[in-house]
């Protein structure tokens, strides 16, 4: 049995009223989860859409937050491919409410991995959910070739700039969408080909002076709402748009004689694990990409544990990159 501390959700509302530091403990990993203790933890929109009622796959509080944690292997079940005292990373247990905003967390064991030499904590700790939600889009829900072009929105966020990245590694021609110079200089740092300002700049005719008139081949869109609307009007034909998420507030709303007259697909992602070694082959494919530097969790501001409610408050205007927190320092 373990003890420590971990933020939780007890109601839906201000994160400063609803979020809590409880102290809790943890009991022996039941087959498919390993216990870490938490050094770093990876924050969100997906924090907001949960304190705020509105994420899709959680019921009621009270539950833990945090979908994803990096430390050291503290317990693992009879059979496990980890060993105690591994520094591993991967999505927590948050859909059965153990989050890793906390001391101690659950990751699925299917879903983590060992840390690839060369990567610091904050990197290990944002990398499992961006990176594998990337990997549904790009590779296996709509699948980006070489010479494509991908245009990507909300790409200095942690959905957007993991996916500019992988599409960079699978060769396309990436288009990034931000909203502001500094989430632009971040695009361009991690590889983006072109990079749009979508609260100064006219998305459509830039897009269509970048690729000749043609347009985009795939969008990858973590946002919705009406800079995803407009993105759509840049969609080639036979082209595609893969669905992740609505950061904007809302979900793109698709207009299906649209689609008919102008033959492109909508695409829903939805980054869960298929069978336990098609799982396998995606992480370690994706640890692969992270040890050659293909691909590099896109740390922005780090928290300290005690400001997670402050951390999540501010995901609703986040700054460039991915938000780390730091719960413990060794
Ligand atoms: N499908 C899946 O499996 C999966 C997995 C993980 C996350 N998600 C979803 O993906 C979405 C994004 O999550 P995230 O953690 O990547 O969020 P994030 O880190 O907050 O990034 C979202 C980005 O969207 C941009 N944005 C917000 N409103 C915008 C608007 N109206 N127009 C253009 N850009 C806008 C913001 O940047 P600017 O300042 O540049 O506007 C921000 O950088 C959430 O809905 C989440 O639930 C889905």
């Avoid at 959700?9 to 403990?25: K, R, S, W």
């Avoid at 105690?84 to 948050?94: A, H, L």
């Avoid at 153990?98 to 700790?125: C, F, H, K, N, V």
């Avoid at 590099?296 to 780090?302: L, Y």
């Amino acid at each position: 049995m373990f003890s420590g501390r971990a933020w939780r959700l007890v109601g839906f509302g201000d994160p400063a009223e609803v979020i809590e530091l409880q102290e809790m403990t943890w009991a022996e990993p039941s087959p498919g989860q390993v216990l870490i203790r938490v050094r770093t933890a990876g924050a969100g929109y997906p924090d907001v859409m949960m304190t705020a009622g509105q994420f899709p796959l959680l019921g009621d509080p009270p539950f833990g937050l945090g979908e994803e944690a990096a430390g050291e292997v503290v317990a693992v079940p009879p059979g496990s491919r980890f060993t105690v005292g591994e520094q591993i990373t991967g999505i927590t247990d948050f859909l059965e409410g153990w989050g890793g905003y906390a001391e101690y967390a659950y990751l699925r064991e299917g879903s983590a991995i060992r840390i690839p030499a060369g990567m610091t904590d904050e990197q290990a700790g944002g990398f499992p959910i961006g990176f594998r939600t990337a990997y549904a889009g790009l590779v296996e829900r709509a699948p980006v070739e070489a010479g494509q072009t991908l245009l990507v929105l909300g790409a200095a966020g942690s959905s957007g700039a993991t996916a500019l990245q992988l599409g960079k590694a699978l060769g396309a021609t990436v288009i990034a969408v931000a909203g502001s110079p500094q989430k632009l200089e971040l695009c361009t740092r991690y590889g983006a080909d072109h990079v749009l300002n979508h609260r100064t700049e006219d998305l459509t005719a830039r897009i269509a002076e970048i690729t000749g008139g043609r347009g985009v081949d795939l969008v990858y869109d973590p946002v919705g709402g009406d800079t995803a609307a407009t993105a759509v009007r840049s969609i080639a034909r036979n082209g595609r748009i893969a669905l992740v998420g609505l950061a904007s507030g809302a979900p793109l709303a698709l207009d299906a004689m649209d689609l008919l007259l102008r033959n492109y697909t909508a695409v829903g992602v939805l980054a869960i694990p298929g069978g336990p070694e098609a799982e396998a082959a995606v992480w370690a494919r994706l640890a692969e990409l992270a040890g050659q530097g293909a691909i590099t969790t896109p740390v922005g501001a780090v928290y300290d544990f005690q400001d997670v409610p402050r951390m999540i408050a501010e995901q609703t205007s986040p700054r460039a990159g991915k938000s780390v927190v730091r719960v413990a320092s060794k």
